[in-house]
């Protein structure tokens, strides 16, 4: 059995520790004439492998098609899905999504400022990125704030100054809770790989009191633009035990279900 489907918390009577596994995965939801492959074929593999998870936060759930096959597989009752425009003008919400263990208790759905390239440069303006936020009550022992996001793409100066922008704008509101315990995580488009980029990640932990989990452990993919970040609360000790890139999401020929991997980080927290 794999480590993280051995996740548990223990009982409430007893909910002084605990842990949860947290899966944050990219799932290319795109029509087909985009992707190049059967989409509704990768998502029908997707969906029951996300069950051996805790908490889950997907990125690229645009269609909703898809998002209902995600849900309807699905053996948790607590969904939350960004999807709604910001305007007119553009075609997709954030396509984000969370799937989990824990109920949830709040949500809110936060739209970034600004987009680059409709045609060109990652084709942000056909989405309303933003970041998914959710409060979820862990085994009736404490409050776990879940931040979920997609950054801009695209590799111009301006999609950079325009994550940078992101970046400040999550800031702001995790600093706001500052005393709760967080799990962020998402499609970031940032590479430590890139000097400019690594920079940007370190200033952005160390403004909002953040650890990545692949950095604490160590791991040997630090360079991923796909990364799960963690901060303790007042009251409540995160501690990331393991870091995977889970290698289960491919097809019976071994072909992987997205273009992205999937990042897998369980946790132990202690009241």
């Known amino acids: 059995m794999m480590w993280w489907l051995m996740a548990c918390t223990e009982p409430a009577s007893e909910s002084l520790v605990g842990s949860f596994s947290v899966l944050s995965y990219n799932i290319h939801g795109l029509p087909a004439e985009v992707t190049g492959d059967d989409t509704d074929a990768r998502i029908e593999e997707i969906a029951p492998r996300l069950n051996d998870f805790d908490i889950i936060g997907l990125q690229e759930d645009w269609m909703d098609d898809n998002s209902l ?142 650890r990545q989990t692949c950095i604490e452990l160590a791991c040997e993919e630090p360079y991923h633009i796909d990364q799960i970040f963690f901060r303790s609360g007042q009251d409540v000790q995160l501690q990331v035990e393991e870091w995977q890139r889970d290698r289960s999401f491919v097809d019976s020929q071994g072909v992987d279900l997205s273009d992205h991997p999937a990042i897998v980080s369980l946790f132990r927290w202690q009241r």
């Open 69 to 210: 096959q995600l849900q309807e597989q699905s053996v948790y009752s607590n969904f939350d899905r960004f999807d709604t425009p910001r305007s007119d003008e553009q075609v997709y919400g954030a396509g984000l999504s969370f799937l989990g263990t824990y109920p949830i208790t709040k949500t809110e759905h936060i739209y970034y400022d600004r987009c680059n390239g409709l045609f060109d440069n990652g084709a942000d303006c056909f989405a309303s990125k933003g970041f998914q936020y959710l409060v979820l009550d862990v085994s009736g022992s404490f409050s776990l704030h879940i931040y979920n996001t997609h950054l801009e793409a695209g590799n111009s100066d301006v999609d950079h100054d325009i994550r940078s922008e992101q970046l400040e704008t999550i800031l702001a509101h995790l600093n706001a809770i500052e005393d709760e315990p967080v799990i962020l995580m998402g499609d970031f488009n940032l590479s430590s790989a890139d000097p400019k980029e690594d920079t940007l990640l370190r200033d952005f932990r160390e403004m909002g009191g953040l």
